[in-house]
């Protein structure tokens, strides 16, 4: 037997779906706001990183990610900042590297514009080994260091605590911190998942 819904039931329905509908809509909203824990990044339309190098003074500020995808001219600007100012080497920078980099700005709540500090980006093999054998084994230069590959990066981040810089690092667990406070910089790379101090 079909029951007739009365006009008070139909309104009460109608408020219901309505709610529901409002909350949907925010709990949507906040998957896009900055620093949310499920920001979904294939929505992001616009991806950039600005550094200054503390060796040379060079600054940057590049889009490395568009609506279409990786932006080649940003990207090698990137390599090009990040190279061994050393030797001039340059490599093809890990994108995930990129990204973790933007996650901890954004994590921080820090503009797009701000550059990171970079002391050391990638390192060719001759300045990895020199480096190495001039420190010693105990330097924190890593034979196989992820530098090597272009998957590193030393940085600080002026008017942040190098304390906060690195934990907003190790938030996401995506590779390796290192914590050299008497430095000044947190080492990061998209290596296995570790963690230590220098």
Same mark, same amino acid.
């Given at each position: 037997m079909k029951r007739k819904l009365g006009r008070r039931q139909l309104l009460t329905g109608f408020v219901a779906l309505g709610g529901m509908a409002i909350t949907a809509n925010k709990a949507q909203a906040s998957l896009h706001?900055?620093?949310s824990d499920f920001l979904h990044w294939d929505t992001v339309k616009e991806k950039r990183? $600005?550094?200054r190098n503390v060796h040379t003074n060079e600054r940057i500020d590049a889009r490395f990610f568009g609506k279409h995808g990786y932006d080649d001219e940003g990207l090698a600007e990137i390599n090009h900042a990040l190279r061994d100012w050393r030797t001039g080497d340059i490599t093809e920078v890990d994108t995930d590297l990129l990204n973790l980099l933007v996650k901890i700005r954004d994590r921080l709540d820090i503009s797009a514009t701000q550059p990171f500090d970079l002391i050391c980006g990638y390192r060719s093999p001759i300045t990895?080994?020199?480096l190495h054998e001039r420190r010693g084994r105990h330097s924190g230069v $890593?034979?196989?260091?992820?530098h090597l590959l272009g998957?590193?990066?030393d940085i600080?981040?002026?008017?942040i605590s190098l304390n906060h810089l690195r934990m907003a690092a190790e938030f996401d667990q995506q590779g390796g911190v290192g914590y050299y406070p008497e430095d000044g910089f947190i080492h990061v790379d998209t290596g296995p998942v570790?963690?230590?101090?220098?």
């Open positions: 706001q900055p620093g990183l $600005a550094f990895n080994r020199r $890593a034979v196989h260091s992820q998957k590193a990066t600080a981040m002026p008017g570790r963690s230590w101090q220098g």
